[in-house]
């Protein structure tokens, strides 16, 4: 069954079109990459994924058979951590907002993702005193910790060290193979890392989406604009 189905989705943002007609189903393990510069609608089409924007027409429907409550979505985000909180207390805040799991039970289960992701050490730290690498770290430990329904990482990769973007990397791999649920990467840089990793890549442009079905499809694609995301 699809986890995500959006069918002909459309956003008006300041009176503008920001998303037009956009249609996607996905189901669990699926892996999908949304790629374009700035201003063509990338942003709108996970914002209303996350729910952070209305869709102005179309729908989009989140819904799993797991029998577990578990919240639809998990946004990792460029900037996303409370700075008057330590990692930790950042990780395992929506659990306990909504309820998921115990606070004892959160904490444990997310020193056990921290010690995963190399960053146990600094779970008491706040986030102005550390790298971008680690804070982004953090962020994934909060989305894994809620196991949600569809993951959406935005630029997940970028303005991190090398080993932190491993990490993530290794991650997104976990969950593909996992199989449970959707994962969707929003990137405005290079293609490169996510060719043998995603099935679908969708190009946003001028408000729309093309999709292609793998990297075969994406690469045999002539149009010249498309060059400068494999590089």
Not at 40 to 48: E, R, V, Y
Not at 87 to 93: D, S
């Amino acid at each position: 069954m699809n986890l995500l189905e959006i069918d002909g989705m459309t956003v008006v943002r300041g009176g503008k079109p920001a998303l037009t007609d956009v249609s996607l189903a996905a189901g669990p393990g699926d892996c999908v990459v949304i790629f374009g510069r700035f201003g063509s609608g990338k942003h709108s089409f996970i914002q209303s994924i996350t729910g952070v924007v209305r869709p102005n027409a179309g729908t989009l429907r989140i819904q799993d058979p797991r029998p577990e409550p578990r919240l639809p979505v998990a946004y990792v985000s460029l900037e996303g951590l409370l700075s008057n909180l330590t990692l930790i207390e950042n990780a395992i805040l929506p659990t306990l907002y909504h309820r998921l799991l115990s606070r004892n039970e959160a904490r444990a289960r997310a020193m056990e993702i921290f010690a995963q992701l190399g960053i146990a050490a600094l779970a008491g730290h706040r986030p102005d005193g550390i790298g971008n690498g680690a804070r982004r770290l953090a962020q994934v430990a909060r989305a894994l910790l809620l196991d949600p329904t569809v993951y959406v990482f935005d630029d997940p990769l970028e303005e991190i060290d090398i080993e932190a973007a491993q990490r993530v990397r290794s991650v997104l791999q976990d969950l593909k193979a996992r199989a449970q649920s959707v994962v969707i990467v929003a990137t405005t840089g290079t293609l490169r890392p996510y060719l043998d990793w995603a099935q679908r890549f969708c190009w946003a442009r001028a408000w729309r989406v093309q999709t292609f079905a793998g990297k075969e499809e994406l690469l045999a694609c002539p149009t010249a604009d498309l060059k400068v995301y494999l590089s």
